[in-house]
Structure formats: C-alpha cells, structure tokens
C-alpha cells in the first residue's frame, strides 16, 4: 500500500544527545515536510523539501537538520541545540506544483514519532 | 503571515447530533484544508477546497471566500467522530500550510 511510514513511534533520549527520526515515503511524492505539535497549539513547519538535493527552513527549524538524498526519504535530527525537543514530529509529503501551475496539492501525513528527551 | 483561528475549542455532544466546527482566517489563501487527528496522532486528510462545499458521507465542508470563513459539518454524529479536527490554510505561491490549534470533539453515546 501506497503511504508514509514514521519510525519509531515513541522515542526516549537523554538530554545533550542527536536523534534521527525517520519519515519514507512511497507515494512518489516530490515535496516532503516536517512539522512538529505541541500542545494547545496548531502544527509548525519545521523544514521543507521540495525536490531532491534541496530544502528550506520553515519557522522553527532552529536545533534542527535534515538531509533529502533521496525521493523517499526525508530524515530530520534533532539536535542538542534544540531546547526544547520533546513533542510530536509528523512527516507528509504531497505531490509538488510544477511551475506556473494553479493546482493546489493535498498533504498527506504520517502516523508521528513522540520524542520525549529526558 | 495568516492567522487561523478555530472554534470552539472543545465541544461534547450527544450521538446524533448536527456538530459544526468554525474556521476563520486573516489572509487570502490558496485552500483551506479540514484535517481529522485521531488519539494515537494520525493526521487524515479529509477535504481541501478552495472555494463553494464540499460532501464526503456525513461530512460536509464549506468555504466563503470573501468572508475567510470556513465550517465543516458533521450530519448524525457518531462516538467514532471523536477526534481532533484541524483547519488548515494554503498561502498563495507555495506549499506551506498555517494550521489552527484544532477542535477537540467528543461524541457521547
């Protein structure tokens, strides 16, 4: 089946450690995204891939890094500098407007990975 | 940058009922979308428009344009509608979205 797949869904690190979360997709989707939940507020834009080999901050993405090697994949770490990690991440990827095109495109989202740093 | 807001924040109601969730917005966009978060997290895409109404079973979206005001309806309410739901909005010229924090609602049997 055709989708996005986050691993893990919990994850536990210590304060001061890099953590990798894992977004793939299969959807063959060119844009992904990063954003990440916290509560009583709406999702924020972490980072965004538009095409491989390239991506964009979004509003957040202080303490945080992400790669876009290949279509599918679209990792993100957090690092230490990130003060404040523990939330939500969730990943989605849609296809990506070609240039001039008036189409807007539907996200589709991953099931999340909580990361709680102790 | 848009500013989305959503009401109410929580709202419990009794299976059956006709639940209207709001969503206005500051800026013009490029579409609204009405997303569907479940307890374990999940986001669902439920319907993108940009303009009119939209139906999809007992769900129906709609959107005014000129007063960045959008609801989404839900027509015979179930306890399996429980759930978050989130509006969101496209800005021209790209794909970034601006959410809003999202209507908690409960559906009691």
């Known amino acids: 089946d055709g989708g996005i797949t986050q691993s893990p869904k919990y994850l536990f690190r210590k304060e001061g450690q890099n953590v990798t979360l894992s977004c793939e997709q299969n959807?063959?989707?060119?844009?992904m995204y990063w954003y990440r939940q916290d509560p009583g507020q709406g999702l924020r834009l972490i980072y965004y891939s538009q095409i491989v080999n390239d991506f964009q901050k979004g509003d957040i993405a202080e303490g945080y890094s992400v790669s876009r090697e290949k279509k599918e994949s679209f990792p993100l770490t957090v690092t230490s500098a990130q003060k404040n990690p523990t939330a939500f991440y969730l990943c989605?990827?849609?296809?990506?407007?070609?240039?001039?095109?008036?189409?807007?495109?539907?996200?589709?989202f991953g099931p999340g990975t909580r990361l709680t740093v102790l | 940058k848009n500013e989305v807001e959503q009401s109410p924040q929580n709202l419990t109601a009794q299976e059956g009922e006709f639940i209207t969730i709001n969503c206005s917005y500051s800026v013009g966009i490029s579409a609204l979308h009405w997303l569907q978060q479940h307890p374990g997290g999940g986001i669902v895409s439920l319907f993108m428009l940009s303009s009119g109404k939209k139906k999809h079973g007992r769900l129906i979206a709609t959107i005014n344009i000129q007063e960045k005001h959008s609801s989404l309806h839900i027509t015979a309410s179930h306890p399996r509608d429980s759930a978050v739901y989130i509006c969101a909005v496209g800005d021209f010229g790209n794909e970034k979205l601006t959410f809003g924090t999202g209507t908690r609602l409960t559906i009691i049997p």
């Open positions: 959807l063959n989707h060119d844009a």
């Open positions: 989605a990827s849609s296809p990506s407007r070609l240039a001039g095109a008036t189409q807007v495109n539907e996200q589709f």
